[in-house]
């Protein structure tokens, strides 16, 4: 049900984010050039036909510690209230704790996204949507340009979680400039 994406899975990947969040393909296809990997992506299929995905991207340091991002979670609709979506992100998250990430990150696309978010995956507010804190690789940059400036429809703050063992007191309130929101 749950695996890593394919360079095959570009299309069907982009027709379900366009579908979910009505992105242009044209911000997709920067998305796919500038960011993804195949590991970056996991993507659910039921009875063989792709039914969610969920990307986490490496890269960002707060302070020092190495984070992972969950950016573009998505689930069909037909196929949503099934679990899906916790179960991308538990392996998204556990995945980036694996590859040496100390804290995974996620900007909800609403406010009523955070309880879900809480609930299900067990992150808590910590970084401030904007501003200067954390560090980004240039491949970051590129695409923050195509998505353009923060939305004010989403949280002022990013929902995080830590690997057990990491002090992530010091980080409150710093800010995380690149949420492609």
């Known amino acids: 049900m749950y695996r890593y994406s394919t360079i095959e899975d570009i299309a069907p ?3 379900l984010w366009c579908e979910v969040f009505g992105d242009s ?38 302070a020092g510690l ?19 979506a916790a179960g991308l992100g538990r392996r998204l998250i556990e995945g980036a704790f694996r590859a040496g990430a100390q ?3 996620t900007l909800p696309a609403d406010e009523g996204l955070c309880a879900w978010y809480e609930s299900r995956l067990g992150m808590r507010p910590l970084f401030r949507k904007g501003g200067a804190g954390v560090s980004f690789p ?14 004010d429809d989403t949280p002022d703050r990013l929902w995080a ?16 400039e690149h949420t492609f929101d």
Do not use: K, N
């Not at 920067?30 to 993507?43: D, N, Q, V």
């Not at 190495?66 to 573009?72: K, N, R, S, V």
């Not at 830590?162 to 980080?171: F, K, N, V, Y």
């Open 103 to 105: 804290i995974v990150a």
């Open 161 to 176: 979680i830590a690997r057990p063992g990491t002090d992530i007191s010091h980080l409150h309130g710093l800010g995380w």
């Open 66 to 84: 190495d984070c992972g991002y969950i950016y573009a979670m998505a689930t069909a609709p037909e196929h949503r209230g099934l679990g899906i």
């Open 138 to 151: 240039d491949s970051w940059q590129d695409f923050a340009a195509l998505c353009g400036a923060h939305s």
């Open 25 to 62: 393909e044209e911000l997709v296809a920067g998305y796919f050039r500038l960011l993804w990997t195949p590991e970056s992506c996991i993507a659910a299929e039921l009875d063989g036909e792709l039914c969610a995905m969920g990307h986490c991207l490496l890269g960002p340091r707060a």
């Open 13 to 15: 990947l982009t027709r």
